[in-house]
């Protein structure tokens, strides 16, 4: 037991490690733990699992971040994929999006709100799907929209 005021030693175990049960990582971990099917429990605030790539030269050397829900109050309940060394985040999951917002199926077709996409791209909504392009003014280029969109219309002559 360590007492108010004593220092902590990190430990270094110059071996394999081999847990045979569970694994529960962060300040909110009890003895007693109940893991149910669980092997890995991460549980504190401000989880992070950082890949810091200690890579010089030549190779690739960027760092790499999970990051599971934003660390400010009133913030977002997300799963994001950051680029740290760039400061970039190029993918993110916000709590609520509904099943199969996007999904890859074994022969690399995606579906967009389906689990069974037939087509390269696949779009499924209850009203109006659509597919929009848009091009921005980084590349110096005039900002421009189109839109594809499945309209049910009686045309009447």
Do not use: Y
């Not at 993110?92 to 996007?102: E, K, M, V, W």
Request: with cysteine.
């Amino acid at each position: 037991m360590l007492t108010s005021g004593m220092a902590m030693a990190d430990v270094v175990h110059a071996d394999d490690v081999i847990i045979t049960r569970s694994l529960c990582v962060g300040f909110d971990c009890a003895n007693g733990e109940a893991f149910g099917s669980d092997t890995i429990r991460l549980k504190e605030n401000n989880l992070r699992i950082k890949a810091m790539d200690t890579s010089v030269g030549a190779f690739p050397s960027v760092d790499w971040q999970l990051t599971f829900n934003d660390s400010t109050s009133g913030g977002a309940n997300k799963f994001s994929v950051d680029e740290v060394d760039n400061g970039r985040t190029p993918f993110t999951i916000l709590s609520g999006a509904r099943s199969n917002s996007i999904f890859v199926n074994s022969s690399g077709k995606v579906g967009f709100g389906t689990a069974t996409p037939v087509t390269d791209l696949h779009a499924r909504s209850g009203n109006t799907p659509t597919l929009r392009l848009e091009q921005d003014t980084s590349s110096g280029f005039a900002a421009q929209t189109w839109d594809v969109v499945q309209r049910d219309e009686l045309f009447h002559s």
